[in-house]
């Protein structure tokens, strides 16, 4: 189980329903793919900052 399903099951009335393991379920993984654009938006404002290298003609 992902930590959100797990949170929301313990917050849960009933956690093993399968209508609250499924809304759980769902709520893991939503957590995982807004985790997963955080750092996809933190990498792209580092890479911002970063400079390209120049090589030398010889």
């Known amino acids: 189980m992902t930590s959100g399903q797990l949170v929301?099951?313990?917050q849960s009335s009933n956690p093993?329903?399968?209508a609250q393991m499924s809304e759980g379920l769902?709520?893991?993984v939503r957590n995982a793919f807004m985790y997963g654009f955080v750092r996809a938006c933190i990498s792209?404002?580092?890479v911002m900052f970063v400079?390209?290298?120049q090589a030398h003609k010889e």
Do not use: A, H, Q
């Open 44 to 46: 792209f404002i580092l």
């Open 8 to 10: 929301f099951l313990e």
């Open 26 to 28: 769902i709520l893991g």
């Open 16 to 18: 093993s329903s399968p």
């Open 51 to 53: 400079k390209r290298t």
